[in-house]
């Protein structure tokens, strides 16, 4: 019989005030939790720093838990838009992380993590929560939300699988949308 073969998945719920993670192994069908967290940052703080906070969080768990995967929720774009650009500069932060670290990152919608956790891409956060306190095992649901969307968008990667489709494509450009899969450099 062959080896089951573990993988261990970081999920990342990026923000600049707090970027929920979510640490998960899978072996064959069985998912279990190793760790689980938030990344706070002040309020106060210059953004610069904020983002030096999250980048080093972020090193740090990648160095400690090695691993192979990243899965990272897509930017959601709501009405604010300087949310928006904070979030998306704390999502490239993360993302450079694992390109130092040689791991290779995919990304996920909402409705796509969604789906791929509760089997209903409209599905309202409580039933996301529950989903992944029941996937993992766990006693009760994590704390804080973040943490929990962090399980999810690891879950999301372990429960579809590795595809070249969910690679992070730099927003809408190379190779998702009907674009070219060549290189922007050439």
């Known amino acids: 019989m062959a080896d089951i073969v573990k993988q261990t998945i970081i999920g990342i719920d990026p ?22 967290g938030v990344i706070e940052t002040k309020p106060k703080t210059d953004f610069e720093v904020r983002l030096l906070t999250i980048n080093e969080h972020v090193r740090s768990l990648l160095e400690i838990y090695k691993p192979d995967y990243m899965a990272i929720e897509e930017l959601f774009l709501s009405r604010n ?14 993302i450079v992380e694992a390109a130092r670290a040689n791991i290779p990152v995919y990304e996920f919608t909402p409705g796509q993590i969604k789906l791929a956790v509760t ?9 996301v929560q529950m989903m992944v306190t029941r996937l993992l095992s766990l006693k009760e649901i994590p704390k804080p939300d973040d943490a929990a969307d962090g399980l999810a968008v690891a879950i999301c990667l372990a429960n579809t699988g590795i595809m070249a489709s969910g690679k992070a494509v730099a927003g809408y450009q190379y190779g998702r949308y009907g674009y070219s899969n060549r290189s922007p450099l050439g």
């Open 119 to 127: 089997g209903y891409g409209k599905a309202e956060k409580k039933q």
């Open 81 to 94: 838009t300087t949310t928006a650009i904070g979030t998306a500069q704390a999502r490239g932060v993360v």
């Open 15 to 36: 923000g600049y005030a707090i970027t929920g993670y979510g640490i998960i192994e899978k072996s064959g069908n069985r998912l279990k939790v190793i760790d689980y």
